[in-house]
C-alpha cells in the first residue's frame, strides 16, 4: 500500500521560507515521478512542481525561481523561497505509481503578508 506522508508547513511571513517533506513508502519510490501540488480554498488544486525518475523537473511559472523540488533515495522536498501571500495553500505530495496517482494527506502553509 502506497503512503505518502507531508510535513515541514506552517505560518511565515511574506518573505520567508519553508522545506516541506515528503516520505514515501510501499512502492518503488526512486522509479516514480512525484510531484508537488496545493490548493488554496476555494480553488481548484494545481501544479507546482514535478521530478522525475531521472531527476528532471517542471515548475508552475507562478514559483519558478522560487521553489525547488528535488528528492533522494527516500524523501521528496520542496524548498520554497520568498513566499508570498498568494502562496498560502494546502500542499500535497503525489506519486505516480502504475496506472495510479497517489496523494498525501497534505501541510497547510500560510503566508502572512
Known amino acids: 500500500q502506497v503512503q505518502l506522508v507531508e510535513s515541514g508547513g506552517g505560518l511565515v511571513q511574506a518573505g520567508g521560507s519553508l522545506r516541506l517533506s515528503c516520505a514515501a513508502s510501499?512502492?518503488?519510490?526512486?522509479?516514480?515521478?512525484m510531484g508537488w501540488y496545493r490548493q488554496a480554498p476555494g480553488k481548484q488544486r494545481e501544479l507546482v512542481a514535478v521530478i522525475s525518475s531521472a531527476g528532471n523537473t517542471n515548475y508552475a511559472a507562478s514559483v519558478k525561481g522560487r521553489f525547488t523540488i528535488s528528492r533522494d533515495n527516500v524523501k521528496m522536498y520542496l524548498q520554497m523561497k520568498s513566499l508570498k501571500p498568494e502562496d498560502t495553500a494546502v500542499y500535497y505530495c503525489?506519486?505516480?505509481?502504475?496506472?495510479?496517482?497517489?496523494w498525501g494527506q497534505g501541510t497547510q502553509v500560510t503566508v502572512s503578508s
Open positions: 510501499g512502492s518503488t519510490f526512486s522509479a516514480n515521478t
Open positions: 503525489s506519486e505516480d505509481f502504475g496506472p495510479y496517482r497517489y
